[in-house]
DNA sequence: ACAAATGCCT
């Protein structure tokens, strides 16, 4: 038997140089045959179950002849502890005694580093190994799909292919979450797109966990019409495969899509029941059209089946009547739940946040931290909007501050964006620009938005166009940037320029997200563009629009502001195309369509112009009624004239 | 004998 002493490093299991010829020596040598029953070492067994990883490691060292089964119960224990330290220990072990050529093992190697976070010691284990079996790839590959290493895997994907060797149904689900998280994001949908292919020519296109790894890759892309397809081509769907469709349409923008999913899910199968999953993509798409009823009705199913213990159902709740505009509904869920973590915390974080509450945020930010809740990166994110809200500037520097050295949280990029957007909110665009200078990391493209957004509250040209420089290079085909510069020329009135960035718009082929809003009536949800012309009411609502908008600008002294269309037109022209906003359609869709007395609640994809927040307010007071609209930051209460974000928005 | 897909808070 070779006997070669335990190794000193303590953080590399390969031995020096001068013990590897007898390692080799061991690598020659067949592992040992488990000819000795497993209970030979029943502590060592024992230990592992209970999670007595030390006292099971000191036993292996008195251990004669540890078996593979020995080692794989070591491992598994390591991965569970999450203690780095044991799993060298048990490494070195295993190497001395002549398994490091186990192909086994090395598969539960490479996952038990993945599971400890150290992609480095994965690769080294599958670099080591010269017999690699179909599962000591699809190990690595996994390890490197879950650190972030996509590049990686497609580099060995290509070897694996070009040795000959066949992939298996595991591979695809790898290779396909690689592309999500690769690196650079171009690339990886055509990697994707070919990985796409590949599954095709082997005849996977009715196996149901790749297609529906298929179905989220090409909805982490936003290629929403792609994972429609594959969803639509698969003969058999399980719950999960509906509940990725469902999030795919919740997380794109597509809501009212997702809510008929949902229903058609409901209707054609009886026995699919919807788990908690299912329920807070759906939750996600009542917030996103501020449909209070459903989600409600969504709230009542979740009691009856007992999911509201699950955390995430709660989170998701709260955000939902937050997003409704109905605060109250959202505390309570939150002080239903028993023991909260860090989301649910953030979640009433922002529940008062999106309600411009900044003080009340900022409170609960503090109860948090002595409740004993660790703050996450986006607790720091939610509470500095709410300083930024507040005009904090001092507050939120020295949170930014404690983040970094009390709670040792690197900033993000959002992060860097929070503070650019505090100062320049304050009218501090020279320090916010400062800032950008001074940064650690690469500025990227939110840092430069925040920077644009800020000037266009303070209508600074010369600063939006030194952001743009970057942001046109950073994503150039983000239509929102160009948008935002054309407002801030047409603010000034320098209408060549507008002209000229509508045409750079209009050359890269790129249209500005429509504006669309949504509104619920009797738990039927409705949305409405301003080129929508298959609402049948369309002719009505048009006709009330400009009813109102005379009546109230003759009675209450409305002033319509047409500043804020683009173009250069003729004043009347841009009352037309201002009185089509999408918002404006909805409050009148809603006056024709709700009960009297009961409140209008809206939701809008972009953020409220000026002249739709104008005219809601004389829309409430001229009527009588409370009108609720949430834009993509925030809550509007339309009350008697006033409105809850007090003109601060 | 080993390994897989969906979700909460920005």
């Known amino acids: 038997m070779f006997h070669i002493q335990a190794l000193q490093s303590t953080n590399l299991p390969t031995p020096p140089s001068h013990q590897r010829r007898h390692l080799i020596l061991a690598v020659s040598r067949p592992p040992p045959t488990s000819l000795s029953a497993p209970n030979k070492n029943p502590s060592i067994q024992s230990l592992c179950k209970k999670g007595q990883i030390k006292e099971a490691i000191h036993l292996l060292t008195h251990e004669q002849n540890p078996t593979q089964h020995t080692y794989e119960l070591l491992i598994q224990s390591c991965a569970d502890q999450n203690t780095i330290s044991d799993a060298f220990s048990v490494h070195r072990s295993l190497i001395n005694n002549g398994f490091n050529q186990d192909p086994f093992l090395a598969t539960k190697l490479i996952n038990m580093y993945s599971d400890l976070n150290s992609i480095h010691h994965a690769r080294k284990v599958f670099d080591e190994i010269t017999h690699r079996t179909i599962y000591v790839w699809n190990a690595i590959f996994r390890a490197l799909s879950i650190s972030g290493h996509g590049q990686d895997v497609f580099t060995l994907y290509r070897q694996m292919n070009e040795i000959g060797m066949p992939n298996d149904r595991f591979t695809y689900t790898y290779v396909l979450k690689a592309c999500v998280v690769s690196e650079s994001e171009l690339s990886s949908l055509c990697y994707g797109k070919q990985i796409h292919a590949h599954i095709l020519r082997h005849g996977y296109e009715t196996h149901v966990h790749i297609m529906t790894t298929l179905v989220d890759m090409y909805a982490k892309f936003s290629c929403v019409d792609s994972s429609s397809l594959v969803f639509s081509s698969m003969p058999v769907k399980n719950l999960v495969s509906w509940s990725a469709m469902i999030a795919c349409f919740s997380k794109n923008g597509r809501p009212l899509e997702a809510l008929r999913l949902f229903h ?50 709660m989170s998701a709740l709260i955000t939902m009547y937050a997003r409704c505009g109905e605060l109250e509904l959202g505390k309570n869920v939150f002080y239903q739940i028993d023991k909260g973590d860090v989301v649910s915390w953030n979640s009433l974080i922002s529940c008062y946040g999106v309600h411009g509450l900044g003080s009340e945020a900022l409170a609960v930010f503090q109860e948090m931290v002595r409740a004993g809740v660790l703050p996450s990166p986006i607790s720091f994110v939610s509470v500095l909007g709410a300083c930024s809200h507040l005009g904090l500037v001092e507050e939120g520097k020295s949170l930014f501050n404690s983040m970094v050295k009390e709670y040792k949280i690197r900033p993000a990029e959002e992060h860097y964006a929070c503070m650019v957007d505090l100062l320049g909110r304050a009218n501090r665009l020279d320090e916010a620009a400062r800032f950008i200078a001074d940064m650690r990391d690469e500025p990227g493209p939110k840092v430069w938005g925040a920077l644009l957004g800020a000037c266009r509250i303070h209508c600074n040209v010369e600063l939006a166009e030194r952001a743009c420089k970057w942001l046109f290079e950073l994503e150039p085909r983000n239509a929102g940037n160009y948008v935002l510069l054309a407002d801030i020329y047409a603010e000034a009135k320098m209408w060549d320029e507008v ?11 790129l249209q500005k997200v429509p504006g669309c809003s949504w509104i619920e009536v009797n738990r039927k949800i409705y949305s409405l563009r301003s080129v929508d012309e298959l609402n049948p009411q369309m002719e009505q609502i048009h006709a009330l629009l400009v009813e109102l908008s005379r009546e109230m600008v003759e009675k209450s002294g409305y002033v319509p502001e047409a500043k804020v269309v683009l173009y250069d037109l003729e004043y009347e022209e841009k009352q037309r195309l201002v009185l089509g906003h999408s918002e404006k359609l909805a409050v009148a869709f809603g006056l024709i369509n709700c009960r009297r007395g009961e409140t209008i609640r809206i939701s809008k994809n972009l953020r409220l112009c000026e002249d739709c927040h104008s005219f809601t307010k004389f829309v409430s007071k001229f009527v009588g009624r409370e009108i609720i609209v949430r834009d993509v930051n925030r809550i509007h209460r339309f009350r008697d004239g006033e409105c809850s974000c007090r003109d601060y928005w």
Do not use: W
């Open 499 to 509: 002209k000229r960035v509508k045409m750079l718009l209009e050359a890269r082929g």
């Open 264 to 313: 058609d899910m409901m209707l054609e199968n009886e026995n699919m029941l919807p788990n908690s999953v299912t329920m807070v993509s759906v939750l996600q798409a009542c917030a996103a059209v501020s449909a209070l009823e459903q989600g409600k009705l969504i709230h009542g199913y979740i009691l009856r089946k007992g999911l509201d213990s699950i955390l995430p159902v």
